[in-house]
């Protein structure tokens, strides 16, 4: 492909690329119609009162500035539990202290480290706050020591305050899902009319899923009844290609528009529905506790200084009159990523999924995956090799027609360059020359181009969809245990110096699969016939170009270098299958020497 070709092509991406922001410009997201006046209850009575709080012969609630402390009474843990997971509750702030997934393991397919722990996945780690508990909020939740009750199927926790409130959060669980529903009330139990300070509810952290986490695709997620947008960026990392970048530390949205919000990781989300939209979602970079110098010994690769995103949801302040009691409905999801469950579930969570614009090619490839799984149990590895096939054998003809471009490029390459040789001092009679040589020989760069633009989006979307399949966790291909992480085989001890693939430092792991990706991409490269307009030292780079991806791509999971594996392979042989229509090629022009003129 010449210039003009890369050119269009980097263009047409761009362009594909903007297309979300420029849709958020001419058409923003339009309110959410729900009811945001919270809900009041006078003596059984449904009432609503402003949320802007009448200051005038009003008693706030005493300290509302002191920061809440940790309880100093003994922790009491309540658990209850379904068919798939298991929600841990603590007296210490009267909320979920953990969820257990018991279907996930945090090691999946393939044998732990003797110092690594492979217990169920846990979400919103011990060391969180509770969820559901007022953060930084010490008049609504006092010494944060909470008593439990057992409610039905579900539990309650009750703590009354000095000043006459009462705090009740009621907790059930689903049977068979991964929901939880929550219902918090504060009662006015006093004969004055209180203020109520601004609530900032905990709503989950997002941790690690085991000790070798880096916590790369840890982020937040919101929606505000339109779209959707995900804060990531969270971890501290040396930047691209070891250039320092400072990790985001504050992650903040909404405009009273907040219909759900929630953090993720790769494979796992909590999220958080209240029955009425919040004011703003905030996202905090917490530290984590460190792995202990026997856990260390014991598991070389566990990550040595652990991140986590701490997660709130914030009401503004409000009046709560005398007998009455602000009550407000929380469901919550803790649960994996997984496409088809989400795509249930109201409002819209499946959009935690991360798609964007590439859902419409991502979700009928995931669907066409599982179908090749469950219909013939075919194995996911092998499921990617066969709908990698299946999209270049639908694209077959529109590659044939770019690699027929590139192949008469070539053919016309000694002409282009007697013409640009002759008219180089002339750039006006150049261009004109080359058009009008590419018009009598039948080439047209464009034809080359386009082809390769409409795949684009099926490709991207394909990698999207690869990227969060929580159905390639703990899947095997051949060598590979698990097709979600890289397919390390072996660690060479001593070589762990190599910062610009983010090795640990006990060693330099041995990934296979990405080593053959680069070694087919070298391979395409070099058949691929160089475009005639570059010079040697472009041409050169061009064809040695892989190399830099094997740093770029060295840690990604096996699933992502096995798909673009087979990719090379397949166009390899497309290239060698592919022949250039004989046409008859246009002699350039002789050069002529020019004589002076006599007089």
Same mark, same amino acid.
């Given at each position: 492909?010449?210039?003009?070709?890369?050119?269009? $092509?980097?263009?047409?991406?761009?362009?594909?690329?903007?297309?979300?922001?420029?849709?958020?410009? $001419?058409?923003?997201?339009?309110?959410?119609?729900?009811?945001?006046?919270?809900?009041?209850? +006078?003596?059984?009575?449904?009432?609503? =009162?402003?949320?802007?709080?009448?200051?005038?012969?009003?008693?706030?609630?005493?300290?509302?500035?002191?920061?809440?402390?940790?309880?100093?009474?003994?922790?009491?843990?309540?658990?209850?539990? #379904?068919?798939?997971?298991?929600?841990?509750?603590?007296?210490?702030?009267?909320? %979920?202290?953990?969820?257990?997934?018991?279907?996930?393991?945090?090691?999946?397919?393939? &044998?732990?480290?003797?110092?690594?722990?492979?217990?169920?996945?846990?979400?919103?780690?011990?060391?969180?706050?509770?969820?559901?508990?007022?953060?930084?909020?010490?008049?609504?939740?006092?010494?944060?020591?909470?008593?439990?009750?057992?409610?039905?199927?579900?539990?309650?926790?009750?703590?009354?305050?000095?000043?006459?409130?009462?705090?009740?959060?009621?907790?059930? !669980?689903?049977?068979?899902?991964?929901?939880?529903?929550?219902?918090?009330?504060?009662?006015?139990?006093?004969?004055?009319?209180?203020?109520?300070?601004?609530?900032?509810?905990?709503?989950?952290?997002?941790?690690?899923?085991?000790?070798?986490?880096?916590?790369?695709?840890?982020?937040?997620?919101?929606?505000?009844?339109?779209?959707?947008?995900?804060?990531?960026?969270?971890?501290?990392?040396?930047?691209?290609?070891?250039?320092?970048?400072?990790?985001?530390?504050?992650?903040?949205?909404?405009?009273? #528009?907040?219909?759900?919000?929630?953090?993720?990781?790769?494979?796992?989300?909590?999220?958080?529905?209240?029955?009425?939209?919040?004011?703003?979602?905030?996202?905090?970079?917490?530290?984590?506790?460190?792995?202990?110098?026997?856990?260390? &010994?014991?598991?070389?690769?566990?990550?040595?200084?652990?991140?986590?995103?701490?997660?709130?949801?914030?009401?503004?302040?409000? =009046?709560?009159?005398?007998?009455?009691?602000?009550?407000?409905?929380?469901?919550?999801?803790?649960?994996?990523?997984?496409?088809?469950?989400?795509?249930?579930?109201?409002?819209?969570?499946?959009?935690?999924?991360?798609?964007?614009?590439?859902?419409?090619?991502?979700?009928?490839?995931?669907?066409?995956?599982?179908?090749?799984?469950?219909?013939?149990?075919?194995?996911?590895?092998?499921?990617? %090799?066969?709908?990698?096939?299946?999209?270049?054998?639908?694209?077959?003809? $529109?590659?044939? %027609?770019?690699?027929?471009?590139?192949?008469?490029?070539?053919?016309?390459?000694?002409?282009?360059?007697?013409?640009?040789?002759?008219? &180089?001092?002339? !750039?006006?009679?150049? #261009?004109?020359? +080359?058009?009008?040589?590419?018009?009598?020989?039948?080439?047209?760069? %464009?034809?080359?181009?386009?082809?390769?633009?409409?795949?684009?989006?099926?490709?991207?979307?394909?990698?999207?969809?690869?990227?969060?399949?929580?159905?390639?966790?703990?899947?095997?291909?051949?060598?590979?245990?698990?097709?979600?992480?890289?397919?390390?085989?072996?660690?060479?001890?001593?070589?762990?110096?190599?910062? $610009?693939?983010?090795? !640990?430092?006990?060693?330099?792991?041995?990934?296979?699969?990405?080593?053959?990706?680069?070694?087919?991409?070298?391979?395409?490269?070099?058949?691929?016939?160089?475009?005639?307009?570059?010079?040697?030292?472009?041409?050169?780079?061009?064809?040695?170009?892989?190399?830099?991806?094997?740093?770029?791509?060295?840690?990604?999971?096996?699933?992502?270098?096995?798909?673009?594996?087979?990719?090379?392979?397949?166009?390899?042989?497309?290239?060698?299958? =592919? &022949?250039?229509?004989?046409?008859?090629?246009?002699?350039?022009? !002789?050069?002529?020497?020019?004589?002076?003129?006599?007089?």
């Amino acid at each position: 492909m010449d210039r003009k070709g890369i050119a269009i $092509l980097v263009a047409a991406f761009a362009i594909f690329l903007a297309l979300p922001w420029v849709s958020k410009k $001419l058409y923003p997201p339009l309110p959410v119609r729900t009811n945001s006046v919270p809900t009041l209850i +006078t003596n059984g009575a449904v009432v609503t =009162t402003p949320t802007t709080p009448q200051l005038n012969g009003i008693n706030p609630l005493p300290g509302v500035a002191v920061p809440s402390v940790r309880p100093a009474g003994p922790e009491e843990i309540f658990v209850l539990t #379904n068919a798939r997971a298991r929600f841990v509750f603590t007296s210490h702030g009267g909320g %979920v202290k953990r969820v257990e997934l018991l279907a996930y393991k945090a090691f999946a397919g393939r &044998k732990p480290a003797s110092g690594a722990s492979n217990s169920p996945i846990v979400l919103n780690h011990d060391t969180a706050p509770p969820l559901l508990s007022l953060r930084d909020n010490a008049p609504l939740d006092g010494d944060g020591e909470f008593q439990f009750q057992p409610e039905g199927n579900g539990l309650r926790a009750i703590k009354d305050l000095p000043g006459g409130l009462r705090i009740t959060r009621e907790f059930h !669980p689903g049977t068979n899902d991964y929901l939880l529903s929550a219902v918090v009330r504060i009662e006015n139990r006093t004969t004055n009319t209180l203020l109520l300070p601004a609530r900032e509810w905990a709503i989950g952290t997002a941790t690690p899923m085991n000790s070798h986490d880096k916590g790369d695709a840890i982020g937040v997620d919101w929606y505000n009844g339109s779209s959707s947008s995900q804060g990531l960026g969270w971890v501290s990392s040396p930047g691209f290609l070891c250039i320092p970048s400072s990790a985001r530390q504050e992650f903040t949205a909404g405009e009273s #528009n907040v219909v759900w919000a929630g953090v993720h990781s790769q494979f796992f989300a909590l999220i958080t529905v209240p029955d009425r939209p919040a004011e703003r979602t905030v996202g905090h970079r917490v530290l984590l506790p460190p792995p202990t110098a026997a856990m260390v &010994k014991g598991d070389p690769l566990a990550v040595a200084q652990p991140i986590g995103v701490q997660t709130t949801m914030q009401y503004p302040a409000t =009046t709560l009159n005398a007998g009455q009691t602000l009550e407000q409905r929380f469901s919550i999801y803790a649960g994996p990523k997984e496409y088809f469950g989400l795509s249930r579930l109201q409002p819209e969570l499946d959009r935690v999924m991360g798609y964007g614009w590439f859902g419409f090619f991502a979700k009928p490839l995931l669907l066409g995956m599982n179908l090749l799984h469950s219909s013939i149990s075919l194995p996911y590895g092998w499921c990617i %090799v066969v709908i990698t096939f299946l999209i270049k054998s639908i694209f077959w003809p $529109l590659t044939a %027609v770019s690699t027929r471009s590139m192949k008469r490029m070539a053919e016309l390459g000694p002409q282009l360059q007697a013409i640009r040789d002759k008219y &180089k001092e002339d !750039p006006a009679k150049l #261009n004109e020359k +080359t058009l009008q040589f590419m018009r009598e020989s039948g080439y047209n760069p %464009v034809a080359g181009c386009l082809p390769m633009i409409v795949q684009i989006p099926v490709f991207i979307g394909f990698f999207t969809m690869i990227r969060s399949a929580i159905e390639l966790r703990g899947a095997s291909f051949i060598w590979c245990a698990d097709l979600s992480m890289a397919d390390t085989i072996y660690i060479v001890p001593g070589l762990g110096f190599i910062p $610009l693939i983010g090795v !640990p430092d006990v060693g330099l792991p041995i990934n296979l699969m990405p080593l053959f990706y680069v070694a087919t991409a070298l391979w395409q490269t070099h058949l691929t016939p160089p475009s005639p307009q570059m010079d040697p030292m472009q041409q050169k780079m061009m064809r040695w170009l892989p190399l830099m991806f094997l740093a770029l791509f060295y840690n990604y999971p096996a699933g992502l270098t096995l798909y673009w594996t087979v990719q090379n392979l397949l166009s390899i042989l497309q290239t060698k299958l =592919t &022949k250039t229509k004989a046409r008859a090629v246009v002699p350039a022009t !002789p050069v002529r020497p020019v004589r002076a003129n006599r007089r």
